[in-house]
């Protein structure tokens, strides 16, 4: 099955800096990556997604890039703030089976003011 | 809508107690999942169901049943319950197959002692 690993654990920035977390996929047939934010005591929550017929998408100050011959994808987070703080999870999944999304472990980032 | 709700919020639990974690939508969601987080470990694929009557294990199912009798409800009964299974417990729901958003529930923290 997927498996999908996520670096770091843990990441601290300074506020207005930016902030990197990177996935690796094992399951070459997986086309859909997506990212989740948890903030503390809440559930996860879709950020921004990205499906493999494309290398980067962008939402304000968040963007995602695939590396399918490489099998990784990353979050790029400019201009933190606080509110950023959070855990973020990526994801990989096999668009259109009945295979349910793979987890990566999880990076606590934390914007220092 | 509601969207996805889970009850109870919290729940201890004895060794060798049984009990049940509730689910619900109210999206028609074809989909639904069950998920375990503990720290370091990311969400982790209990059981899923891809529509009324039709269930699956994921990636830890041991000590777990489910039963998808609707389309809304979706029960994670654990049987004989163990200080392993202490964790936070996530329902979630998305339309179908394809690259559509998965919508989490507020989670059930779960203590056994």
């Known amino acids: 099955g997927e498996n999908v690993e996520q670096h770091p654990s843990t990441l601290s920035v300074q506020e207005g800096d930016s902030a990197v977390i990177k996935c690796t996929y094992s399951?070459?047939?997986?086309?859909?990556f997506p990212w989740y934010k948890q903030e503390l005591g809440k559930r996860p929550q879709l950020i921004i997604d990205?499906?493999?017929?494309?290398g980067e998408k962008k939402d304000q100050r968040i963007a995602v890039t695939l590396n399918k011959t490489a099998k990784h994808f990353s979050l790029h987070i400019t201009e933190t703030q606080p509110e950023d703080s959070a855990v973020y999870f990526c994801a990989a999944k096999v668009g259109g089976s009945a295979r349910q999304l793979t987890f990566g472990s999880g990076t606590q980032l934390t914007v220092l003011p | 809508n509601a969207g996805v709700t889970q009850t109870p919020k919290f729940q201890v639990l004895k060794t060798g107690q049984s009990m049940t974690l509730q689910c619900a939508q109210d999206?028609?969601?074809?989909?639904m999942s069950w998920y375990r987080q503990d720290p370091g470990m990311g969400l982790r694929l209990i059981h899923y169901?891809?529509?009324?009557?039709?269930?699956d294990q994921g990636e830890v199912p041991n000590g777990y049943n489910v039963s998808r009798s609707t389309t809304e409800d979706f029960p994670l009964r654990l049987l004989s319950a163990a200080p392993s299974q202490t964790s936070v417990y996530f329902c979630?729901?998305?339309?179908?197959?394809?690259?559509?958003?998965?919508?989490f529930g507020p989670g059930t923290r779960l203590t056994v002692l």
């Open positions: 999206m028609n969601h074809e989909y």
């Open positions: 399951d070459s047939a997986s086309n859909y």
């Open positions: 990205i499906r493999s017929n494309v």
């Open positions: 979630a729901s998305k339309d179908g197959a394809g690259e559509n958003t998965q919508y």
């Open positions: 169901s891809v529509g009324a009557g039709i269930t």
